[in-house]
């Protein structure tokens, strides 16, 4: 089921905090000196084995310097050690993908429509 929104989880290991936050597909989150801009993310259906995955573009900014692209691919909430961000300051993965506008439901048969 594809998602809207990302949640990522990074840790600064310069004051070793972790932080959770929220990325909406096409928009771009600062966590540091990082931008992050997920392109696509998919959970897996209720009936199959749970993994939530996505896509990301991932530039360092640092004020001054031109952005410099340090990542570009897909990361996995089940396997985070596979492929997340590992930067001397900070690292990067998925826990989540998920849909936080409804879905419209399809439009209801016209019950006075020829058949």
């Not at 410099?68 to 990067?92: C, K, Q, R, T």
Request: charged share 30%.
């Amino acid at each position: 089921m594809e998602g809207d929104t990302v949640v990522l989880q990074g840790l600064d290991k310069v004051t070793a905090r972790v932080s959770t936050f929220e990325a909406r597909i096409g928009e771009t989150v600062r966590f540091g000196t990082l931008e992050i801009q997920p392109r696509y993310c998919d959970r897996a259906p209720p009936e199959e084995p749970p993994e939530s995955k996505a896509f990301l573009d991932i530039y360092e900014a640092r004020t001054g310097e031109q952005r410099a692209d340090i990542f570009h691919g897909w990361m996995f909430a089940s396997s985070p050690a596979l492929n997340s961000l590992e930067n001397p300051v900070y690292d990067v993965w998925v826990l989540d993908c998920k849909r936080t506008q409804a879905v419209a439901p399809p439009p209801a048969a016209d019950p006075d429509a020829k058949r």
